[in-house]
């Protein structure tokens, strides 16, 4: 499936390319930026090269495109947010790129995408400025569009707009939609066909917890990325608000697109209310109504949606990655990889480091650090125990667990079983005590794993 990315270079953005980009089914053609999205232009096409890079692509043609919405109608993403979405990838484990094939001129790049590929699908997971510029001007060509997968509004859900600008009025609106709406009304009615990915369909599937902890545990540098990409929203935002309010938007759009079987999806009569930049729901008499496909939901659970995801970006051949490879990742990442042997060894070099916990026991720092791992993962049976395997053999290489054992870690029955060791069980009081994980367990050690040189 030849396919042009539209994005506007956020985190979202950033994971959607990289889902598209581990497909094998799927050859991107050419990314095109919008002008009036999370990301400032020029800045958000120079991260999608980096991103480009990573994957072999060096030679991607970018195009950003225009700052101004098509009629003046729209409100831009919030100053703090694009300044920060600019620098996305900013102390992240990215390549650079010296040399991208960056333009200011998307409507060309568009225009060559269409007349080049016969049957080509866009996927806008931004402002669909540079679209509805492209159908305005060129609408002889926009025919050829063979579909449009779209990440952007709200049919029968409330809006998005007040999670990011509590000041606004508007109850209704998407924030894709919102930053450009005559866009959106412009590319409605172009007559091309149109998969409407909108938040009726990406309430289905918040991040998890769980999933944040199984990225957190992966050295393949995509998955790695995604990890950093993450957390340093997280970290921003706080895990209250992480955990309530991100959603897989424009990434389940991109599993949309490459697998149109996971959607739940109705053929909707949607009128665009440009004044209030909300996709209405109307009686299909009503003028100015265009009949689309709209995604309602999701065919699977939440779970395998994350798993399928976790599944592409995994299988992704490393050698066609360039550049990240284990050797870049922090120590304590890198430690996963490593064969038996080379596990023994770094614990033995580990041992001397002492944490003292907080009730007052010294254990390895890299014991604990592996067993908070193992606890944040326990959502995950198989993650889980492989962590907490892990932990048992840095104790004691000859340490195996007992089948007993396994059975009742995984009944959860953690801090009751004579079997596990009193360090252990240290550990895990500490870590359990009050609301969640104490991860502060682990900080010394993760400071000292990322001071610590890189081989
Ligand atoms: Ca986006």
């Known amino acids: 499936m030849k396919i042009l990315i539209d994005n506007d270079a956020a985190l979202d953005d950033a994971m959607a390319f990289m889902y598209l980009a581990s497909c094998p089914e799927i050859d991107i053609v050419g990314i095109t930026i919008a002008g009036t999205g999370e990301a400032h232009g020029p800045a958000g096409a120079k991260n999608m090269a980096r991103l480009c890079k990573m994957f072999g692509l060096d030679d991607m043609p970018i195009a950003y495109g ?40 998307p409507l060309a790049l568009i225009k060559e995408c269409v007349e080049d590929n016969e049957e080509l699908t866009i996927i806008a997971t931004g402002p669909l400025t540079n679209i509805a510029k492209f159908i305005q001007t060129y609408p002889d060509q926009a025919h050829k569009i063979s579909k449009i997968v779209i990440m952007g509004g709200a049919v029968k859900v409330p809006g998005n707009i007040k999670a990011l600008d509590a000041s606004a009025n508007n109850d209704v609106a998407e924030w894709n939609i919102y930053a450009d709406p005559s866009a959106a009304d412009i590319v409605f009615k172009s007559g091309v066909p149109i998969m409407l990915v909108p938040l009726d369909a990406t309430n289905h599937v918040l991040v998890t917890r769980e999933f944040i902890a199984r990225l957190s545990l992966q050295t393949h540098p995509t998955l790695h990325l995604c990890y950093q990409l993450m957390k340093s929203l997280k970290d921003e935002v706080g895990d209250d608000m992480f955990f309530k309010e991100v959603y897989l938007w424009d990434t389940l759009a991109a599993m949309f697109c490459a697998q149109p079987e996971l959607a739940m999806s109705n053929y909707m009569p949607l009128l665009m209310d440009v004044e209030k930049a909300q996709t209405r729901l109307v009686d299909q008499a009503t003028e100015g109504a265009t009949l689309i496909k709209v995604a309602t939901g999701i065919s699977v ?136 994980l104490d991860m502060a367990i682990c900080s010394p050690f993760l400071k000292s794993a990322s001071a610590s040189p890189k081989r």
């Not at 700052?67 to 409100?75: D, F, L, V």
């Not at 990442?333 to 002492?354: G, I, N, P």
């Open 66 to 105: 225009f700052p101004e919405t098509c009629s003046g109608a729209g409100k831009p993403f919030p100053d703090w947010l694009r300044t920060s979405t600019d620098k996305l990838l900013d102390k992240l484990d990215a390549p650079e790129h010296p040399d991208p094939n960056i333009s200011d001129a």
């Open 301 to 436: 659970t939440p779970q395998e949606i994350f798993e399928k995801l976790f599944k592409v970006l995994y299988e992704h051949r490393q050698d066609q990655l360039s550049e990240i490879g284990p050797d870049s990742s922090p120590r304590h990442l890198r430690f996963y990889d490593q064969s038996a042997a080379k596990k023994e060894q770094q614990v033995q070099a580990d041992s001397s480091d002492m944490i003292k916990l907080k009730n007052g026991t010294e254990v390895p720092k890299i014991l604990a650090y592996i067993i908070c791992k193992a606890i944040e993962a326990m959502w995950n049976g198989d993650e889980f125990m492989h962590c907490y395997s892990l932990a048992m053999h840095c104790r004691d290489p000859k340490n195996k667990l007992s089948d007993n054992t396994q059975k009742k870690l995984r009944q959860k029955a953690l801090i009751v079983n004579d079997e596990i060791p009193e360090e252990v069980k240290n550990i895990m009081l500490c870590a359990f005590e009050g609301d969640g």
